[in-house]
């Protein structure tokens, strides 16, 4: 059987929206890490067959196929193409999706998988005209559409009423997500005090660790916060923060890895994705989920470390509940609420941290998921080598 090899996995530290890579271009943030990519493998990048890249919003200085321009931008041979992916939040993941089914069909042996995203420069939502505003069916991408309008009527496509849905659903209440965040704090700055990001982590300038988490919050000033919707439990503090980053792994066939000498670290395991209530919008890691450990005949305590998206608190604690994973091996490093959540680059983000971390604790499998717009989740398990 065919395999599918990560060999080497970069992303930059995440920065704060208006923070230290807000001002560079998206093709800059994308052609640094492609450069540390194939630095750090040894690999001709002649020999690279595509380049993957997920990204939302694709206009402005997002736009053109971003995945082929950072390439370019990073001075790597003008024969290699690239592709840009948008699957929502987990665009990137997908995108290793893609790169991964292209090696494991034997029709392609090295393939580039990343993302980026600036969103300072292009705020989410921008492309569908909803930067600011809830999403109704007045305005964004269901705006005249017949068809949705007979399906899922005039409810609101917004993912914070998503989240407030899911809090509803299972039970969980304010200080339950505060609780979380602070916790995401907390784990996001011991991994950084400790180094645990130095491995995986290219420095930008100035911006040698993430910027997001913060050593001064506490449940006290969370509970000082606004929420977002009027009598719900949704605060910012609960919620991923506004980032800017990019992340790239390379993924090699076997004979690639024998041509080329190449050392590999992972392979991958299992991939799929699966769709579910695009109102709730949030909660398709938990099937999607439950249909990759049926697939693979894995259980939750097979699994050694997870991480899954913080796109909002209850999220991960729906996840949680569902699964009965422990919540020991989950985000072991902080997530989005403390690391932040540069869309189109987070899911190779998440996968670059699930690696190195597979590999600094000893553990063998890792799996990942994120929520998505439109209802949708991937799933990825790789295997420590």
């Known amino acids: 059987m065919a395999e599918a ?21 998206p093709a800059d943030l994308g052609a640094h890490v492609l450069k540390a990519l194939v630095a750090r493998a040894g690999v001709d990048p ?53 790169a991964a089914q292209g090696v494991l069909s034997g029709t392609q042996d090295l393939v580039v998988a990343g993302g980026v995203q600036n969103m300072t420069q292009v705020p989410i939502g921008f492309a569908s005209g909803r930067a600011t505003a809830p999403l109704g069916l007045t305005e964004g991408p269901f705006a005249g559409s017949e068809g949705w309008r007979a399906r899922y009527g005039d409810q609101p496509v917004n993912q914070f009423v998503g989240a407030e849905m899911i809090a509803a659903k299972w039970g969980i209440s304010r200080l339950d997500q505060e609780e979380f965040a602070l916790r995401s704090h907390q784990r996001a700055i011991g991994a950084i005090d400790e180094g645990r990001f130095e491995r995986e982590t290219v420095a930008y300038g100035d911006v040698t660790v993430d910027e997001g988490p913060r050593r001064d919050t506490s449940l006290e000033k969370m509970a000082g916060l606004k929420p977002v919707i009027e009598g719900g439990t949704i605060t910012a503090a609960c919620s991923s923060q506004v980032s800017d980053g990019a992340a790239a792994m390379l993924l090699a066939s076997e004979r690639a890895v024998r041509e080329h000498g190449l050392t590999p670290r992972a ?27 049926k697939k693979t005949g894995l259980t939750i305590d097979d699994i050694d470390l997870v991480e899954i998206n913080e796109a909002f608190a209850p999220v991960v604690l729906a996840w949680l509940k569902e699964t009965g994973a422990d919540p020991a091996k989950v985000n072991v490093n902080g997530g989005a609420i403390a690391l932040g959540h540069p869309l189109g680059a987070t899911g190779v983000k998440l996968m670059t941290t699930l690696l190195h971390e597979l590999e600094r604790t000893g553990g063998r499998f890792g799996l990942q998921t994120m929520c998505e717009g439109g209802g949708q989740a991937n799933v990825t398990i790789i295997e420590r080598l």
């Not at 592709?83 to 290793?96: F, I």
């Open 5 to 25: 090899y990560i060999v080497e996995a970069v992303r930059t530290p995440v920065g704060r929206r208006k923070g230290g890579l807000s001002g560079v271009h």
């Open 46 to 98: 002649a020999a690279v067959e595509d380049v993957v890249f997920g990204c939302l919003d694709t206009v402005g200085p997002q736009a053109g196929d971003i995945a082929r321009t950072c390439w370019l931008a990073a001075g790597l041979p003008e024969e290699v193409p690239g592709v840009t992916v948008d699957r929502q939040c987990g665009s990137s993941q997908q995108a290793v999706h893609f």
């Open 267 to 293: 392979r991958v395991h299992h991939l799929s994705v699966r769709g579910e209530d695009p109102i709730r919008m949030l909660t398709a890691p938990i099937p999607a989920t439950a249909h990759a450990l």
